[in-house]
């Protein structure tokens, strides 16, 4: 049930339009940025949470809002200005200063807040001359079916472990029977998609496929150091933010650099 709400509320979102997937999604970064906040010990937390949640929506919404074509490329320029600014607010933070906190601010701009951004310019980018947002719709569902897949597959079929050290119920085999399919779905956009030909609809699904299994592995190492099974409640029996878009995350500069590139 929480599965299907799910897929409902983003594929919902999607077909509303872009202005609703924005702020569907800016509210999801809010909560994956508190959720990451909460895997790391208190050392290397970051610290002074208003500014640090600020910069991270300022980010999103910078990249979300560039990338929707809303403000001019330059104002890219204000992203790289959030870096420096987390590091003087850091230089004045007492009692004692962290170039580890940091670093742990740093890396949750770039794994969260500017990911989530670039969603928004799959809309369009890679959509030629049709309104329907094909390739952000296709993002979801081949990630889905990569996951679904692999974890049919690997339930029934698996015995060589993928990487027991990060995750243990990973195989090799879910991890091809889910690529496989991942290239059947590509291949049923193609069909139905006129935006992109079927070499590059192949491309996204092998693309995605990779992708989505190195961000699943990633947030699985960011969880292990956390020692926790879920980074949150949110979704009942799926975890949290970051555990339903860990692979969406991964996947996303992957697929907008492919489609920007063409």
């Known amino acids: 049930m929480t599965g299907a709400v799910f897929a409902l509320l983003v594929i919902g979102s999607i077909l509303w339009s ?11 970064v ?3 940025l508190f959720e990451f906040v909460k895997l790391f010990p208190s050392s290397p937390r970051p ?29 890219l320029l204000l992203v790289v200005l959030s870096f420096y600014t987390l590091i003087a607010v850091e230089l004045f933070r007492q009692p004692k200063p962290s170039w580890m906190q940091i670093a742990s601010g740093f ?6 807040s500017i990911p989530f951004g670039l969603m928004n310019g799959l809309f369009w980018l ?14 979801f569902v081949l990630v889905w079916a990569n996951d679904v897949f692999a974890y049919l597959v690997g339930s029934t079929m698996g015995k060589h472990k993928l990487y027991p050290k990060l995750s243990p119920k990973k195989t090799w085999e879910g991890s091809i029977g889910g690529f496989l399919f991942t290239l059947v779905f590509a291949w049923i956009f193609s069909r139905v998609a006129p935006n992109l030909d079927l070499t590059h609809w192949l491309w996204l699904g092998v693309i995605i496929s990779i992708a989505a299994n190195l961000g699943d ?9 956390a020692g926790v099974k879920d980074s949150g409640t949110i979704f009942p029996g ?6 339903r878009f860990d692979a969406v995350l991964f996947a996303t500069p992957f697929v907008f650099f492919y489609l920007y590139t063409l």
Request: net charge neutral.
């Open 126 to 139: 890679g959509s030629g001359n049709i309104s329907f947002p094909w390739v952000l719709l296709a993002l």
């Open 238 to 243: 799926h975890g949290g933010v970051l555990d």
């Open 30 to 32: 809010g909560i994956g």
């Open 217 to 225: 592995l990633a947030e699985s190492l960011l969880k292990r150091n």
């Open 107 to 112: 890396s949750a701009l770039i794994y969260i």
């Open 18 to 28: 872009p202005w609703a997937f924005f702020v569907l999604m800016g509210g999801f």
């Open 47 to 75: 610290q002074g949470t208003i500014i640090y949640y600020f910069l991270g929506m300022a980010v999103y919404a910078l990249v979300g809002l560039t990338v929707m074509n809303i403000l001019g490329f330059s104002n």
